[in-house]
């Protein structure tokens, strides 16, 4: 606030320069006149200077300038600041022909005092993100910290779309891996890494009391994946889906603290910022409007009101993801309009216009596996949208994408109902963890192309290729849920009416397309 008040005062400054010039140049005149518009100028600008400050400064906090845009990349950030710089000056006009229309600005200067403070405005953000991005490059030392290989990671929902990916990467990196999965859509992802010296792999439910107690003897670091993912699968279930992706989430926050977990990485979602036609970023509002949504903003309330000195929690506000994984899903919006396009050659968009951001399954998991490596200061309670500025797309352009791709793909365009919409800033986890995405859509649709072309996928409409067909064919979310009474009573009377159940059949094996029955070897 304080770079942009002596950008204004200097942007008047140089606006009522150039006035006088103009009328020196322009009419003319002696010294004794000269003197004399000098004298008027500089006397004017001093009776303006409280009002000119003042005005200016809360406008930019009101539109955003300070709050909502901070964590912007200066293409996003550029429209606000002309559009904050232009309502100020109006407004300046206004409150000073009501105050003082004697004492006003010459016109000349109130035509250049907009155009000369949104080129300060911004070109002291973009040289501020110019010298932080120097900076950063030039000291790479400090991006990651030494690691304790012998501490094993725990990935809870290892086995999943994501999880799976972000496992091999950790394997890769030499880290030892403890998976804690429930495999309600069997070991398909994660078959091929039984029997992996630094894997330990725990058949259990996040849910089960005993299995996250299990799972978390001797860890230093946890990342969460577990959940009920997506909007459908979740309002098809709101029960199962509260007791997994909310309540489970705070009794392993608790087991985490009273085992001395150092740092918590939280799988959330950028579904929690709902509708917005601005770009939001980590300080926007969040107005969820599903209740996946809702189970997410919550469980990040839980985790970051816990950080304390020895705790560490990071929520990673994942984009709308797409992509070939080890278990293809194709109930996420690219992956299952490049299936159509190859096997039906039409796909159809509903409200085009809508914006989201989008990144590729396995850049998540590298984000994952570079904030896990973050020095801790740089992450420790933070919030971080995960993504590429790059991938905002409306959903039209992916069509046009998909296209490209599929020449002869009918594209239908459909308005209904739903209108998420919300473009994304992605500067802070490249700030922080010097994060960006490598894949492109375009990489994502060819992959999959390829995938269908070479048999490795034949019926993109099977059950285990979509969170909400499978659980509803097969019922996995009930099966095997061993749940504490007790610890799970006292979460549902702490969530009020949400009615949480506390005893279900026990020592029932879920039902899976694959074979799942994998002993433990933690």
Excluded at 52 to 70: C, H
Excluded at 351 to 375: K, M, S, Y
Excluded at 418 to 434: A, E, M
């Amino acid at each position: 606030m304080l770079a942009d008040a002596v950008i204004v005062q200097l942007a008047a400054i140089l606006s009522l320069c150039a006035t006088f010039l103009y009328y020196i140049y322009g009419h003319g005149g002696d010294l004794l006149s000269k003197q004399f518009i000098l004298q008027e100028l500089q006397a004017r600008y001093l009776q303006q200077l409280p009002t000119l400050a003042t005005v200016f400064l809360l406008v930019f906090a009101a539109t955003g300038v300070y709050t909502r845009t901070r964590g912007y990349s200066v293409r996003y950030k550029w429209p606000v600041l002309f559009r904050a710089c232009g309502l100020a000056s109006l407004l300046y006009l206004s409150v000073s022909l009501l105050i003082d229309r004697e004492g006003l600005l010459p016109r000349s200067t109130l035509i250049l005092l907009p155009l000369l403070t949104s080129a300060g405005v911004v070109g002291a953000r973009w040289l501020n993100f110019w010298l932080e991005t120097t900076r950063a490059a030039a000291e790479p030392a400090l991006r990651t910290e030494p690691q304790d290989a012998s501490a094993p990671v725990l990935v809870v929902g290892g086995a999943g779309y994501i999880g799976s990916i972000v496992v091999r990467k950790l394997l890769d990196r030499g880290r030892r891996v403890r998976l804690l999965d429930k495999l309600t859509y069997g070991d398909s992802a994660i078959s091929d890494l039984f029997g992996h010296p630094n894997l330990d792999f725990i058949v259990g439910d996040c849910r089960n009391i005993q299995d996250v107690v299990r799972a978390m003897s001797g860890v230093r670091d946890v990342i969460h994946l577990a959940a009920i993912v997506g909007d459908p699968a979740c309002a098809a279930d709101d029960k199962n889906a509260l007791e997994i992706n909310y309540a489970a989430t705070r009794m392993m926050l608790e087991i985490a603290k009273g085992n001395g977990i150092e740092r918590f990485l939280f799988a959330s979602s950028c579904s929690v910022y709902g509708a917005s036609d601005s770009v939001m970023d980590e300080q926007s509002n969040t107005v969820p409007i599903s209740l996946y949504a809702e189970t997410k903003l919550n469980s990040e309330r839980v985790l970051l009101e816990a950080k304390s000195d020895t705790f560490h929690p990071v929520v990673l506000r994942f984009a709308t993801v797409f992509g070939l994984a080890p278990r293809p899903r194709f109930d996420l919006v690219v992956n299952l309009l490049t299936a159509k396009a190859f096997q039906e050659g039409i796909i159809t968009i509903f409200n085009g216009d809508q914006w989201r951001p989008f990144i590729h399954v396995d850049d998540i998991a590298e984000a994952v596996c570079q904030t896990l490596a973050c020095p801790i200061e740089r992450v420790s309670g933070e919030i971080l949208n995960v993504g590429d500025d790059r991938l905002n797309y409306t959903l039209s352009q992916i069509a046009s994408l998909i296209h490209a791709e599929f020449p002869g793909t009918r594209i239908e365009h459909v308005e209904n109902s739903d209108r998420r919409n919300y473009r994304v800033s992605f500067q802070k986890i490249h700030d922080r963890v010097g994060f960006s995405c490598s894949r492109t859509i375009e990489d994502g649709i060819r992959e999959l192309r390829l995938a269908f072309e070479q048999g490795h996928i034949s019926d993109y409409k099977a059950p285990l290729y979509s969170n909400l067909t499978y659980l509803k064919t097969y019922g996995g979310v009930h099966a095997n849920n061993q749940l504490d009474g007790e610890v799970m009573a006292a979460f549902s009377r702490s969530l009020g009416n949400l009615e949480l159940a506390t005893s279900q059949d026990a020592g029932v094996s879920p039902v899976l397309p694959q074979s799942s029955m994998v002993p433990s070897k933690a």
